[in-house]
């Protein structure tokens, strides 16, 4: 285990000097806080720095790397695999603060953003401007860019859209050697020298703390359509999504939640079928109005093809918005229910998502748990949240994941879509990448921080750069 100064009254004086008084939380309700994200893991930071600045963020991690302390980056603490909590305590870095939207360039089609910035906030702020800023995780309300750019996140709308990786064009980061870079660019192409914007996207806070955005927004579509449609059985639906992508539609969400998920937000929704069909799909499409609608004709005689129940098509803009809030709602509804709560979050190739969900009330006997499936069906992005009302039932479920694990890459698919790898899957990064490939990857953390301040215990499984 490494070993990492504790903060001392020596230190602590430094990085009140470096950062300034109003930066430091230290009261103990706020460090518990600050001591877990959305996931299990918890563990109590020492002290919380709660940055303005990207000076501040350099100070600090120039402490870090002076009196070898641990420091963790925070945006608003949404993840899911534990890749916020300060596994060896330290420091928690806080860019909450850093919340400013500091342009929108209408004739660049560019945002440029503070890392705290909340998702839902830039989206609405482009959008008084016509313009629309894709990514749009299901936390996008409560999350923060820099945190969404961090773990690349994603939602619905990455079916037509992509991920955040796809809007970031440039990046300001603060090394953890305190240096301040700058990776990408303010174009829309750029390929001078190795693309280290690439590199720090996704990279969970390990390789840097990312302290501004430079963001490319597009037009924002002239309509929006929806159609909601239920199944008798989930694989048929998951059929539906197969048969509509590989026949050329390109809708801008596609998502869907199992039967489970729907005893569960059934009576809260609008619709009657609701409550006994076996699968929901949601599935919207923008554009030019007449093209789309006719569209979602063809999309919705593809469901009834292939077995759906009945399909609602445009419910009205009330409906609309309370299918979407039980949809972002309904992974806070399973944890309300259930004491063990583990989240998977498998991408299987686009022909494949049929036979996974198919395999998982097999899944359920076999480990005795309680699966609620839901998610982005038109990436093949399905959510695993694995339950049980006794948390004794924790080493099965997690024999569970891993044979769960090794269906998804026996398929061609991954074991995080979009979660990120964080403490939660370390131990199941060798099932999916090569002993070179991490070998590379943890000499790649080296050369940004070879002391290992920053973020440590994170992604992979020992923390080498201390060995
Ligand atoms: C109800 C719910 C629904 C969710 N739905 C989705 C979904 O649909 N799609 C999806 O992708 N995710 C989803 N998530 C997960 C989570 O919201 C995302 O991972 C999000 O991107 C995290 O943002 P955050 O600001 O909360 O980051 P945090 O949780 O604070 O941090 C996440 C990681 O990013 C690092 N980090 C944060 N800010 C910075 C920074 N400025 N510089 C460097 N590193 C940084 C942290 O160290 C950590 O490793 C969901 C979570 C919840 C609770």
Redesign the pocket.
Known sequence: MPSYSPITPEILSEIKKAVGLDAIVRDSEKLHEFGK??GEDTRLPELVVEATSPRQVSALLRLANRYSFPV??????????G??VPLFRGVVLS?AKMNRILSIERDNLIAVVE??VITLDLQNAVRRKNLFYPP????LD???I???????????SCVKYGT?RDYVLGLE?VLPSGEIIEAGVRTRKGVVGYDLRHLLLG????L????KLILKLIPHPKTITTLVTFFPRLTSAMDAVTTMLIRGHVPCAVEFLDDRCLEITGDLLPFEEARSAKAMLIIETDGVQGVIEKEMETIGGICMEQGAANVVMAPDSLKRARIWEIR??V??RIEDRFPLYLHEDIVVPIGKIADLVGCLRGFEEEFGVKIFSFG?AGDGNIHVNITAQDRKRRDRADEGIVKLLKKVLSMGGTISG???I?IVKKPFLPMELSAESIRIQKEIKKIFDPLGIL?PG?IFQTDLQKD
Do not use: F, Q, W, Y
């Open positions: 994200d959305a963790t980056p925070r945006g608003l603490g949404t993840g899911l695999a890749g916020a860019l890392p705290g749009d995780p299901a936390s409560t999350c923060s820099g945190g969404n750019a961090a773990t690349n996140a994603a939602g619905p955040t980061t990279s969970e806070g390990t840097g703390v990312i302290t972002r709602e992974s806070l982005h979009e979660h990120g964080g973020n994170k």
